[in-house]
């Protein structure tokens, strides 16, 4: 089992920044990416940034220049830089760990933290 535990969303206007945190324990082994992803009311999830074990990143279009995510394996803490915030950044916001296993990958996934933009 793998256990995240999401701080440091809050209310921020238009052109704010926030840093997510996410804070990775239990039985991290074979853990192969991190990620943060986001769900505003009546929409999808959506993938917002990846790094994987690497430390390769990936992200949504519409958040390039401005997210970047990171990672800090001392800590065992992973990161979501947010900058130039935009009204439409307003979501609850998930840490996601993805696991190595067989036969599939196995996602484990925090409980949320809120982000809300004011214009």
């Known amino acids: 089992q793998v256990q995240l535990a999401e701080s440091g969303g809050g209310l921020v206007q238009t052109g704010g920044s926030l840093r997510l945190s996410c804070a990775v324990s239990?039985?991290?082994?074979?853990?192969?990416?991190m990620g943060w992803y986001r769900q505003a009311p009546g929409k999808q999830r959506e993938l917002v940034a990846s790094?994987?074990?690497?430390?390769?990143?990936n992200y949504a279009d519409s958040v390039k220049g401005r997210f970047t995510i990171s990672r800090d394996n001392s800590k065992n803490t992973v990161y979501l830089q947010m900058n130039s915030l935009k009204p439409e950044d307003t979501a609850v916001y998930y840490c996601?760990?993805?696991?190595?296993?067989?036969?599939?990958?196995?996602?484990?996934w925090g409980q949320g933290t809120q982000v809300t933009v004011s214009s």
């Open positions: 790094i994987g074990s690497g430390g390769s990143t």
């Open positions: 996601n760990s993805r696991k190595w296993g067989i036969p599939a990958s196995t996602d484990y």
């Open positions: 239990g039985s991290i082994s074979s853990i192969i990416t």
